[in-house]
């Protein structure tokens, strides 16, 4: 298996449509669904306190403290699934260990994700990010931070792996936007290597 890689201004991002198969897909959506600590989390947004508009989940080392939106995440302890799909990933990307998953379930086309990016002090800097999706497609946009006519739209399909390194997160924001008309699930992991201060 290979990536396609995408060098584009001031960042870098590296996608593989067919990581797990549709019936491995399934199979982890099915799994993941069901055994897995999901909460719907308060947040802070620009000072004020909201529910986040999707069900998330932080799974990784016990010393994997991460913090954003004024919330901190005290990891769960790996599962044997987790574990496993860690390890498939890591086998990909020499040199890579990831010690940490957060794991996003969009229970619909109305959950989305906002414009950020996964610059907290935790992931050091010029971070790599593997983000597997499962469930529904859904589009994943990213827009430069300085440069306003730099944007992209991906979309992400069942068993579609995507790796944002390099500056990426310096540079640049992503969001999943709301797609009303998705009536389908989808869950995305996002493995990181969270550095302990």
Not at 27 to 35: D, M
Not at 103 to 132: F, T, V
Not at 150 to 157: D, F, T
């Amino acid at each position: 298996m290979l990536f396609e890689k995408h060098f584009i201004q001031d960042g870098e991002y590296w996608f593989m449509p067919n990581f797990l198969s549709e019936d491995q897909a399934v199979q982890q959506e099915i799994l993941l669904l069901n055994t897995i600590d999901w909460k719907q989390e308060e947040v802070y947004v620009y000072g004020k306190k909201h529910k986040e508009p999707r069900k998330t989940a932080w799974y990784g080392n016990k010393e994997c403290i991460y913090s954003y939106a004024g919330k901190t995440n005290h990891p769960n302890p790996w599962t044997e699934a987790l574990l496993q799909l860690k390890t498939d990933i890591e086998a990909l990307i020499p040199g890579v260990s990831f010690n940490s998953v957060l794991l996003n379930q969009y229970r619909d086309g109305n959950d989305k994700m906002g414009w950020h990016s996964d610059n907290e002090k935790e992931l050091g800097k010029n971070p790599l990010i593997a983000s597997l999706s499962l469930g529904a497609t859904r589009f994943f946009d990213l827009k430069h931070k300085r440069v306003k006519s730099l944007k992209k739209r991906l979309e992400l399909p069942a068993g579609s792996l995507l790796i944002m390194c390099g500056s990426t997160q310096e540079n640049w924001l992503h969001q999943i936007p709301q797609q009303k008309t998705v009536k389908e699930p989808r869950i995305n992991l996002t493995f990181r290597q969270v550095i302990s201060y």
